[in-house]
T-cell receptor, first 115, second 117 residues
């Protein structure tokens, strides 16, 4: 199993550009989520999904969109990049079965810089 | 609302010292889950332990041990005889079991542990 994969690993954007961060998992996990990690702020939840077709907002959703058309994929879209979105982005997945009792598996992260 | 507090931003110890990382949580639910993750300098996030709210037994895994106390809403992590390879950022996290079917994991801000040789 590849686990959770994220592409790209590094990205530089100019203010106002849009892009999609890709996330895929091959573990048939129902639950997937996106976090951003900033110095001193820990991991903050952007959006999450408990299954295909179901998404919800986390703590810091503004400026980001998600969709979940398949169990495997959970892309994160930046609509109009801003310097405040410079961060490291992690995708994660876990078993669900309707319960948040399972640990999350994390991808390697995407380091995004917006100039 | 859910909240996880890791008040220790950074801790430095000398190798072979014991160190405890604190985690205090807030939740309104009676059923919830607590987690610890490790983020070494390479950047990946590694799962260490899961504990549910009904199991207050302490757990030991090698040099690692965890102390869960519902009375103080704490889930502390102790490393015994620390080693340089323990240098990392450690995150505590909380999730609740809602009735609505959707749920979130909430992370603390992390504690950076530096183990000096």
């Amino acid at each position: 199993n590849a686990g959770v994969t994220q592409t790209p690993k590094f990205q530089v954007l100019k203010t106002g550009q849009s892009m999609t961060l890709q996330c895929a998992q091959d573990m048939n996990h129902e639950y997937m989520s996106w976090y951003r990690q900033d110095p001193g702020m820990g991991l903050r939840l952007i959006h999450y999904s408990v299954g295909a077709g179901i998404t919800d907002q986390g703590e810091v959703p503004n400026g980001y969109n998600v969709s979940r058309s398949t169990t495997e994929d959970f892309p994160l879209r930046l609509l109009s990049a801003a310097p405040s979105q410079t961060s490291v982005y992690f995708c994660a997945s876990s078993y669900s079965l309707g319960s948040p009792s399972y640990e999350q598996y994390f991808g390697p992260g995407t380091r995004l810089t917006v100039t | 609302a859910q909240k996880v507090t890791q008040a220790q931003t950074e801790i430095s110890v000398v190798e072979k010292e014991d160190v405890t990382l604190d985690c205090v949580y807030e939740t309104r639910d009676t059923t919830y889950y607590l987690f610890w993750y490790k983020q070494p300098p390479s950047g990946e996030l590694v799962f260490l332990i899961r504990r549910n709210s009904f199991d207050e037994q302490n757990e030991i895994s090698g040099r690692y041990s965890w102390n869960f106390q519902k009375s103080t809403s704490s889930f502390n992590f102790t490393i015994t005889a620390s080693q340089v390879v323990d240098s990392a950022v450690y995150f505590c996290a909380l999730s609740e079991a809602p009735y609505s079917g959707t749920y979130k994991y909430i992370f603390g801000t992390g504690t950076r542990l530096k183990v000096l040789a």
